[in-house]
């Protein structure tokens, strides 16, 4: 029954920068035509996408000016493509959206099915962790979108354990998951500035505490420019403090770890431009040497 509903011979990708480019590499790979169209890359058009069952949506969602997700090339690269797709075919959306994305564009757009698909690849080595994740989140509304979806990742990530839930519980928990990561990251600053006091450095008395299987060896380094940076994890926890806010909570640790990330790397700026060598006053942090020995060791500790 399963492989008479996944008659899937080629399948389709919009946008093709990082997390397209690793779909549509792994889905080749695993012996599907790939048929991509990236609107500001020049590549393909909507209509080459006719005829796929599956089309994975792999567009950016930026912040906008309230810390929100700004979803317009999600609503647009929709908008353009479902016209041409037939009907229950399946939007797989990999892009980070906030909880209740799929559910809307379900109502907007009836006569396809979407799903959540959230993506964990990362970002120095987006291919080999497209392919090897911890575990296939399935964000389906319906069995047969769940069944296909399913199916078909099991040959493009054969072992990873596949997690089938409903799609805001899938978008909830890429936004989760990186909450979780961008505190563990904020913490280990914290810590190290701890240990700091003492003259101990951080690295030594990381790599005891990450060898506690409850916690684990990642997201503990500090970096030269202090706590979190890169595309992903500012974006996608000022994104759930601002759908968690605009649902009417106000998460207060969150904001707590965002600010806090904020002043560490503002600081770090400055004391890298030969600024004020004072540490932020308000959580009552040890000044650095005034010749910044203290930045540079814990710059020269990450990996
Ligand atoms: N990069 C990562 O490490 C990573 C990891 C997990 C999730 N994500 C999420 O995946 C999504 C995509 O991220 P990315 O890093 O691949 O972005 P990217 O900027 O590398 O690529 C996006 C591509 O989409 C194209 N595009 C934009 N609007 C389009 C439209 N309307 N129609 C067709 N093509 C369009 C762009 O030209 C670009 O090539 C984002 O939501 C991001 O948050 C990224």
Same mark, same amino acid.
């Given at each position: ?16 920068? %990082? ?15 790939? /048929?991509? !169209?990236?609107? !500001?890359? =020049? ?27 700004? *979803? ?12 041409? *797709? ?11 959206? &906030? ?17 959540? *698909? ?14 090897? &994740? ?17 199916? $078909?990742?099991? %040959? ?15 978008? #909830?928990?890429? #936004?989760?998951?990186?909450?979780? #990561?961008?505190?563990?990251?904020? %913490?280990?600053?914290? *810590? ?5 006091? !003492? ?11 990450? $060898? ?24 996608? /926890? ?7 806010? @605009?649902?009417?909570? @106000?998460?207060?640790? #969150? ?10 790397? %503002? ?8 600024? @004020? ?6 959580? =009552?942090?040890?000044?650095? @040497?005034?010749?910044?020995?203290? $930045? ?8």
């Amino acid at each position: 029954m399963i492989r008479e509903e996944l008659v899937i011979d080629r399948i389709g990708v919009i946008g093709l920068g %990082m997390v397209g480019g690793a779909v549509a590499k792994a889905c080749s790979k695993a012996g599907l035509r790939v /048929l991509g !169209y990236d609107r !500001y890359l =020049g590549i393909g058009d909507p209509e080459r996408l006719a005829g796929c069952r599956v089309v994975f949506l792999c567009v950016p969602t930026p912040a906008s000016p309230d810390g929100g997700f700004d *979803l317009d090339e999600v609503w647009a690269a929709v908008g353009e493509i479902e016209p041409v *797709l037939g009907e229950g075919s399946i939007v797989a959306v990999k892009s980070t959206v &906030p909880p209740g994305t799929v559910d809307r564009l379900a109502d907007a757009f009836p006569r396809i099915e979407f799903a959540d *698909l959230p993506e964990f690849l990362v970002a120095s080595n987006p291919d080999e962790t497209f392919v090897n &994740p911890d575990r296939v989140v399935v964000g389906a509304g319906s069995t047969t979108a769940a069944t296909i979806l399913v199916e $078909l990742m099991s %040959m493009v990530a054969p072992e990873a354990p596949a997690i089938v839930v409903r799609p805001i519980e899938a978008e #909830l928990a890429k #936004l989760c998951a990186n909450a979780l #990561l961008a505190a563990k990251v904020a %913490m280990a600053n914290e *810590l190290s500035d701890v240990c700091a006091q !003492y003259d101990v450095q951080w690295p030594r008395v990381k790599a005891v505490v990450g $060898l506690d299987r409850r916690i684990g060896p990642d997201h503990l380094s500090v970096t030269r420019e202090r706590g979190f940076g890169g595309a992903c994890l500012p974006k996608d /926890l000022d994104g759930l403090i601002a759908a968690a806010a @605009s649902s009417g909570r @106000s998460p207060s640790l #969150l904001r707590f770890v965002a600010d806090f990330n904020r002043d560490i790397r %503002m600081q770090a700026e400055r004391d890298a431009m030969g600024g @004020s060598t004072e540490w932020a006053a308000s959580n =009552g942090r040890k000044a650095p @040497s005034s010749n910044g020995r203290q $930045l540079t060791e814990r710059g020269r500790s990450q990996p």
